[in-house]
């Protein structure tokens, strides 16, 4: 027999409320057979606010764990050897700040080695991707061309000095949450990494020797979704055409330079509210896509937890997807066999037809000047959220079938639902407070002349072309904070704000019965208002999950609402001028992070102060039941959350909640 295939790392995305408290799930994970980790950090240290900012205001702790400064990064890893650990760290805009806060507590663990030696050792991999960023998570900060030099000074710092690091993960995860076909999210993959790997040669920073070094740590990101044949054979295609790009394109002559390595977590976007025990047969065939074909597997694997539609997994959901990975490896046979699928006809013919549609889709963007001009046009995300606005018409009308959503729907009553309060995990309500007094402190005991050198010696360096990694290194050690790096660079780089996608999206190609009812219900009760009913869609806090806000936003403009959406990151003042400069008849508010809490009500008291308390407004998010009951006793008129996937109902319940506001019958 063959000799076993080793298994793939296998991690848990994990990071919540506070550093200790995330550094004590990530070394009981540890000890039960995890092999790496994978650090999900919160909001703020994403976009680059210290916590004591205005825009942090709900969002400390919520979907990660604040890193705002060295102290708190030497806590989330204590008694974790760096040097001995594979460590995934999902940062995009701010990677290169939290890669320098990782060697340098990575030097303090080791004091006796040199930091060269340190740096020799570790290994792991910073997500680091901006362009997706701008595509469909949205927690980008600075504008393209200067979010491209980042990356390209980091790759080129990890290809000269951290050699088994990743130093981007090219990640097409989230752009099939945002609506994706297989065939965009191999395409779009593939333009980012070309954008990429032109701008580190063109750099100049990495000698023509090391170029093959620098295309071998290119690794990727991506999604499986349940339609788990397509979703192997499209992993297959991402291998076949990267191994040609790589050869044709950038002459890479080493085979093992050209292989296309990969991590997954598997899709979140088709976990559902109801019936949520099926998400865990979800996640186990979307695991199989990604493992089954040999010459196709990830090299690392998270699940989520089955009862992520629902809120933050406790412990052991974690523990329980993990189980799912072990008993894969260790129990089943599928390590003692070759690559399955050779030979297989029908599996080479979907994987070139696969290939073909990806190649005239990135030879349609290399043409409008590749993937930094076709965010700028705003090219992809259209057609990204017209392809999202197709599926959601599809599920809607029944051609797409989602168990538990919209055939098979009666059920019994879950035991593990039965008490929804202790079915999943809340952050600490006292993170952001914890993390404020921690800055604080940090500040008290630093040396400020220190940092305000080290911040000055990189904003003087930012002008240049200088790398900017031994600068944000010196920064770390220095003391500066997250907030400080990255207010740094916005006051030499600029902020950027990303096309939402929606004014070029096509929404539903034909209205059926009931959206045509829902047209005439707007049409006359805008009759009787004296004017064209208008909806204000805002996402207020940091949170950069725009896909469902925007699919709201194109669906009530193909049921006849004038739709005003400016994007994502808005404050509560913001959003409260805009309702009154658009004069809208509804407030939308739509947060997917959890700090709906803390925000609705900053709205609600704002429009109250603005005398526009008149103005209905409704909510969309993962809003637990007792969370939705408090938001409407505060005043809001409806709240929606993923259960609702009718979004013509939808459309017809702002018409419901307008009339009642103004007391028509």
């Given at each position: 027999m063959a000799e076993k295939d080793r298994p793939w790392v296998m991690r848990t995305y994990a990071g919540h409320s506070t550093a200790e408290a995330s550094n004590a799930l990530y070394r009981t994970n540890l000890a039960k057979g995890q092999t790496g980790l994978s650090v999900a950090f919160d909001l703020p240290t994403q976009t680059g606010y210290d916590p004591d900012s205005p825009l942090s205001k709900g969002e400390v702790g919520k979907v990660g764990v604040p890193v705002q400064h060295l102290g708190e990064m030497r806590k989330l890893f204590d008694q974790i050897p760096l040097t001995e650990m594979n460590t995934s760290m999902t940062i995009n805009a701010t990677a290169m700040w939290l890669l320098a806060m990782y060697q340098v507590v990575a030097e303090e663990q080791n004091p006796d080695l040199d930091p060269e030696e340190v740096a020799g050792k570790l290994a792991g991999t910073t997500q680091n991707d901006i362009i997706k960023e701008y595509l469909s998570r949205g927690t980008?900060?600075?504008?393209?061309?200067?979010?491209?030099?980042?990356?390209?000074?980091?790759?080129?710092?990890?290809?000269?000095?951290?050699?088994?690091?990743?130093?981007?993960?090219?990640?097409?995860?989230?752009?099939?949450?945002?609506?994706?076909?297989?065939?965009?999210?191999?395409?779009?993959?593939?333009?980012?990494?070309?954008?990429?790997?032109?701008?580190?040669?063109?750099?100049?920073?990495?000698?023509?020797?090391?170029?093959?070094?620098?295309v071998g740590r290119i690794s990727f990101f991506v999604n499986a979704g349940v339609r788990f044949v397509e979703e192997m054979c499209k992993m297959r295609a991402f291998v076949e055409l990267w191994d040609e790009i790589t050869r044709e394109r950038y002459g890479v002559q080493d085979e093992k330079m050209r292989r296309f390595r990969y991590g997954v977590q598997v899709n979140s976007l088709g976990l559902t509210e109801p019936q949520p025990e099926n998400n865990v047969q979800r996640i186990v065939l979307e695991m199989l896509a990604v493992t089954l074909s040999k010459k196709a597997r990830a090299r690392a694997v998270q699940l989520p937890a089955w009862n992520e539609a629902l809120g933050l997994p406790r412990p052991w959901d974690q523990q329980w997807s993990l189980r799912l990975q072990q008993v894969l490896a260790f129990e089943s046979d599928l390590l003692e066999y070759g690559d399955i699928f050779d030979g297989s006809t029908v599996v080479e013919a979907k994987v070139q037809e696969l290939i073909e549609g990806a190649k005239a889709e990135i030879d349609r963007v290399q043409a409008m000047g590749g993937a930094i001009a076709a965010v700028d046009s705003g090219y992809m995300k259209s057609e990204l959220v017209s392809s999202h606005a197709q599926r959601r018409a599809r599920i809607e009308s029944g051609e797409e079938i989602v168990v538990g959503i919209n055939k098979f729907t009666t059920t019994e009553p879950s035991p593990l639902t039965a008490n929804l309060d202790e079915a999943i995990m809340t952050a600490d309500p006292r993170a952001e407070q914890a993390a404020i007094d921690s800055l604080n402190a940090w500040k008290d005991q630093r040396n400020q002349a220190e940092v305000d050198e080290a911040l000055a010696a990189l904003a003087a360096a930012a002008k240049t072309d200088e790398n900017l990694m031994p600068f944000t290194l010196a920064a770390a050690r220095a003391g500066a904070t997250t907030g400080e790096w990255a207010g740094t660079l916005r006051e030499v780089f600029g902020e950027f704000r990303a096309p939402t996608g929606v004014s070029g999206a096509v929404g539903v190609a034909e209205a059926g019965e009931d959206l045509t009812k829902v047209r005439e219900r707007v049409r006359a009760t805008g009759e009787e208002l004296g004017g064209r009913l208008r909806v204000l869609v805002g996402k207020p806090?940091?949170?950069?999950?725009?896909?469902?806000?925007?699919?709201?936003?194109?669906?009530?403009?193909?049921?006849?609402?004038?739709?005003?959406?400016?994007?994502?990151r808005l404050t509560p003042e913001q959003i409260v001028s805009a309702a009154v400069a658009e004069d809208v008849h509804l407030v939308g508010l739509s947060i997917l992070s959890g700090s709906h809490m803390e925000l609705v009500p900053d709205v609600l008291d704002q429009m109250k102060a603005a005398g526009i308390d008149d103005i209905p407004v409704i909510v969309g998010g993962i809003i637990p039941e007792s969370d939705a009951a408090k938001l409407k006793e505060l005043g809001v008129a409806a709240v929606y959350t993923p259960k609702d996937f009718g979004l013509t109902e939808i459309m017809d319940g702002f018409v419901d909640v307008i009339r009642q506001a103004n007391n028509l019958a």
């Open positions: 980008y900060v600075f504008p393209p061309e200067h979010s491209l030099r980042l990356i390209s000074d980091m790759i080129a710092y990890t290809v000269n000095h951290i050699p088994k690091w990743n130093p981007i993960n090219i990640c097409s995860y989230h752009l099939q949450e945002a609506g994706a076909t297989p065939v965009q999210e191999i395409a779009y993959a593939m333009c980012t990494a070309i954008a990429v790997l032109d701008a580190v040669k063109a750099s100049g920073q990495v000698s023509d020797a090391d170029f093959e070094k620098t806090g940091l949170d950069g999950h725009s896909n469902g806000a925007e699919q709201v936003a194109v669906r009530a403009r193909d049921a006849g609402f004038e739709v005003i959406y400016q994007g994502i």
